[in-house]
């Protein structure tokens, strides 16, 4: 990367303290779109920079005066505007001419509106169009997988001192004395399980959680561990190891005998803790259950195999795309047996909600 290119991409950071919210991976997909412009055109940077780093109209005072901040005189005067309330800015931006929306400034800025508000829409209501846009969002994410302690040591500038390490310094330097070498418990990745729910009532939402595990999946593939749960339970990880996402897709629904079937959560939730939790999957992993909770079992053995996987894994989510709904109790016999047993239940309906999974897998 070039001095300039880190020198721009840094300006990203700095909005953190202008008060405006930015994600990691807006400033990843800032610093990846920062490759495909003219770095030497400032109005091409500051479009790039709002489009990738603005989460709301809102936010666009705030960041305009960081941008000067930052860049001084380099800041294009054809872009400068005086502060108006959100509705006017999106509507002068929504009814200008098709001639002068045409350059780049205006286009992006109704792009990052459109995405900003896609970001929080439910999958369920989107159109065909709007499906395709969120599949490229989704693609985009950029997964931190979670870590965990590792047995072996690392090198490192703080920690404990190194004695085996410092003292063959010492031997090559003649008995001299050498500055201490220094190491810690380094770490690993840690396992992540996901359990898609593929029932007819999730159907909304299927394609949505597939692109999402196969990103996850792409992340770390040796350490991601997908499986479908309905009638019976499918292992989908070698499925989605494919580099193209529409592949993995194709190839994940071909393995899935019982799509938008039934949903049996007890009896595949024993399934897999059987043949692959208590083996080794679950253990020490973060487990996600993608599901809306309609059980057509005993929600008596799901909240019997429930307990056994809680005390297998690190963490246990779930996500159920209509705890995003206002109002919302869970009251499903699946939702009701499960509780008990998890950590956090979450809601999974929009791309916003999935980036704060990420976020705490993450953590986990």
């Known amino acids: 990367m070039s001095a300039e290119l880190v020198g721009i991409a840094g300006f990203a950071r700095s909005l953190t303290h202008a008060g405006l919210p930015v994600a990691t991976d807006s400033v990843e997909l800032f610093t990846r779109a920062l490759r495909e412009i003219d770095l030497a055109d400032m109005t091409q940077v500051y479009w790039t920079a709002q489009a990738t780093l603005c989460r709301d109209p809102d936010d666009l005072p705030r960041f305009d005066l960081a941008f000067e901040a930052w860049f001084g005189d380099r800041m294009p005067r054809a872009t400068r505007r005086p502060a108006q309330p959100r509705q006017s800015r999106v509507a002068a931006l929504r009814s200008a001419d098709a001639q002068e929306t045409s350059g780049a400034g205006p286009a992006l800025a109704v792009a990052a509106d459109d995405t900003e508000v ?15 846009h969120l599949a490229e969002l989704i693609g985009q994410l950029a997964p931190v997988p979670p870590r965990r302690p590792a047995l072996r040591r690392a090198p ?6 190194d004695r085996r390490q410092t003292v063959r310094d010492m031997l090559a330097a003649g008995g001299e004395p050498v500055r201490p070498r220094r190491h810690r418990r380094a770490t690993r990745p840690r396992r ?9 009532s999730m159907s909304p939402y299927a394609d949505a959680l597939l692109r999402f595990a196969h990103v996850v999946t792409r992340v770390a593939p040796g350490d991601t561990e997908v499986f479908s749960l309905g009638t019976r339970l499918t292992r989908l990880s070698r499925a989605l190891r494919s580099a193209d996402p529409d592949q993995a897709l ?10 938008a079937g039934g949903t049996r959560l007890g009896e595949t939730l024993q399934a897999f803790l059987d043949r692959w939790g208590r083996r080794g999957a679950a253990r020490g992993a973060v487990v996600v259950i993608f599901s809306d909770g309609w059980e057509r079992g005993d929600p008596t053995l799901l909240a019997v195999q ?27 016999g699946g939702i009701a047996a499960a509780l ?7 809601a999974g309906h929009s ?3 999935l980036q704060e999974l990420l976020a705490a897998i993450r953590d986990a």
Do not use: C, K
């Open 118 to 132: 896609l970001r929080h829409r439910d999958i369920a209501t989107l159109s065909a169009a709007e499906r395709a």
């Open 250 to 259: 194709v190839a994940a629904g071909r393995a899935v005998p019982d799509w």
């Open 351 to 353: 791309l916003a909600t």
């Open 340 to 346: 008990p047993h998890l950590d956090r239940l979450l």
């Open 156 to 161: 490192a500038r703080r920690g404990e001192v």
């Open 192 to 200: 992540v399980v996901l359990l898609l729910d593929v029932s007819g």
């Open 306 to 332: 429930m307990a056994q996987l809680r005390r297998l894994a690190r963490a246990v989510f779930w996500v159920n795309p209509h705890a995003g709904a206002d109002g919302y109790q869970p009251i499903q």
